[in-house]
């Protein structure tokens, strides 16, 4: 009986991992399939606080996030927009900030 009891709370604890695991994966992936609304850029300022830039069509805005709340803090022009495609690897993170370190260093060691 108790060992029966182990069982089905090891099958329950392992289920539960596996399902967290498939939460976690699917919440990497964004929903960018929106024709007209598209998620470019986002800073976490903190648990449940975030810093968005968005396209709407032909219309960029800075959002301002909160658990509870949703700001338009302002419209930005396409030049305010422009930055460089952030390359993402799932498994090491992202290159954007090693390639800015090295990049700084370069700069660093020139002078």
Same mark, same amino acid.
Request: aromatic share 8%.
């Given at each position: 009986?108790?060992?029966?009891?182990?069982?089905?709370?090891?099958?329950? !604890?392992?289920? +539960?991992?596996?399902? +967290?695991?498939?939460?976690?994966?699917?919440? !990497?992936?964004?929903?960018?399939? #929106?024709?007209?609304?598209?998620?470019?850029?986002?800073?976490?300022?903190?648990? $449940?606080? +975030?810093?968005?830039?968005?396209?709407?069509?032909?219309?960029?805005? !800075?959002? #301002?996030?909160?658990?509870?709340?949703?700001?338009?803090?302002? /419209?930005?022009?396409?030049? $305010?927009?422009?930055?460089?495609?952030?390359?993402?690897?799932? /498994?090491?993170? +992202?290159? !954007?900030?090693?390639?800015?370190?090295?990049?700084?260093?370069?700069?660093?060691?020139?002078?």
């Amino acid at each position: 009986m108790l060992a029966t009891l182990v069982i089905v709370v090891i099958i329950i !604890l392992y289920l +539960s991992y596996l399902f +967290s695991k498939l939460v976690a994966k699917n919440s !990497l992936h964004m929903n960018t399939k #929106g024709k007209s609304i598209k998620l470019l850029d986002r800073a976490v300022l903190g648990t $449940d606080r +975030s810093i968005d830039i968005i396209q709407v069509n032909e219309r960029y805005f !800075l959002i #301002g996030n909160t658990a509870t709340n949703m700001v338009c803090l302002a /419209e930005l022009s396409k030049e $305010d927009v422009s930055f460089k495609k952030q390359e993402y690897d799932m /498994e090491n993170g +992202s290159k !954007l900030f090693q390639n800015s370190m090295i990049e700084k260093w370069k700069t660093k060691i020139k002078k």
